[in-house]
């Protein structure tokens, strides 16, 4: 359903940041996780509205450009493996390589989508109750637009001195179990006979496919 892909765009879009090299850095050294999560988001909504895009002239070019931004900020690998469940301690280093790159391309242009949908949103950084811990923390952010307010929370880790984001919820929706329950179903139905490459193939071939949501033209997303 369309839901979801707004909800994941709203998660992308306010992960992405400015082109200075200085913003970058400190966003991913910075003293705290919600320090990170606020330089990695200063630019977002200038982005926005500016359209400093060009997706529609030359879309591998920009999606290029849009991986390179999240590269560094989202661990794709961790966040693959926690997809697979235990389905990745059956794959292969080739296989999971082949589907954390199909993952990693599917959030990419979900977020290149969302950069023609966003305009005028403020987003601020809202308090999270629980304990502290020293290399992980929830960071929870809310972003108003178009007369909502949406929740979102980022789980964050700090490995080498550098956070990076392994999940989000958005409006109290787990992606990362989310994502995990289809991919499980998937390997458990009948249409694939738990063949783990073919389940892979099938997520593939959905990258880009925005209409295309769970249980609307694929067993797969």
Same mark, same amino acid.
């Given at each position: 359903?369309?839901?979801?892909?707004?909800?994941? @765009?709203?998660?992308?879009? %306010?992960?992405?940041?400015?082109?200075?090299?200085?913003?970058?850095?400190?966003?991913?050294?910075?003293?705290?996780? *919600?320090?990170?999560?606020?330089?990695? =988001?200063?630019?977002?909504?200038?982005?926005?509205?500016?359209?400093?895009?060009?997706?529609?002239?030359?879309?591998?070019?920009? $999606?290029? !450009?849009?991986?390179?931004?999240?590269?560094?900020?989202?661990?794709?690998?961790?966040?693959?493996?926690?997809?697979?469940?235990?389905?990745?301690?059956?794959?292969?280093?080739?296989?999971?390589? %082949?589907?954390?790159?199909?993952?990693?391309?599917?959030?990419?242009?979900? $977020?290149?989508?969302?950069?023609? !949908?966003?305009?005028?949103?403020?987003?601020?950084?809202?308090?999270?109750?629980?304990?502290?811990?020293?290399?992980?923390?929830?960071?929870?952010?809310?972003?108003?637009?178009?007369?909502?307010? $949406?929740?979102?929370? $980022?789980?964050?880790?700090?490995?080498? #001195? =550098?956070?990076?984001?392994?999940?989000? @919820?958005? *409006?109290?929706?787990?992606?990362?179990?989310?994502?995990?329950?289809?991919?499980?179903?998937?390997?458990?139905?009948?249409?694939?006979?738990?063949?783990?490459?073919?389940?892979?193939?099938?997520?593939?071939?959905?990258?880009?496919?925005?209409?295309? #949501?769970?249980? #609307?033209? @694929?067993?797969?997303?």
């Amino acid at each position: 359903m369309r839901t979801r892909r707004v909800l994941t @765009s709203i998660f992308l879009a %306010t992960l992405a940041f400015g082109s200075q090299a200085n913003v970058l850095t400190e966003s991913l050294q910075a003293g705290s996780a *919600e320090e990170a999560v606020v330089v990695a =988001t200063k630019d977002v909504l200038d982005l926005i509205s500016s359209k400093r895009v060009a997706g529609d002239e030359n879309p591998v070019r920009f $999606y290029a !450009e849009v991986k390179e931004l999240l590269d560094p900020i989202i661990d794709f690998d961790r966040f693959a493996r926690s997809v697979m469940g235990v389905w990745y301690k059956k794959a292969s280093p080739e296989q999971f390589e %082949t589907f954390s790159e199909s993952f990693k391309w599917s959030l990419v242009k979900t $977020y290149a989508s969302a950069l023609t !949908e966003f305009h005028g949103g403020q987003v601020r950084v809202v308090p999270v109750r629980g304990k502290r811990e020293l290399n992980k923390a929830l960071v929870a952010m809310e972003i108003d637009w178009r007369g909502k307010t $949406y929740s979102i929370v $980022y789980d964050m880790r700090k490995k080498s #001195e =550098t956070w990076q984001l392994v999940n989000v @919820s958005v *409006e109290g929706i787990n992606l990362g179990l989310n994502y995990k329950s289809q991919f499980d179903s998937a390997m458990k139905g009948p249409k694939y006979g738990r063949d783990l490459d073919r389940v892979i193939a099938a997520w593939t071939n959905q990258i880009g496919n925005n209409d295309s #949501e769970s249980g #609307e033209g @694929s067993d797969a997303r």
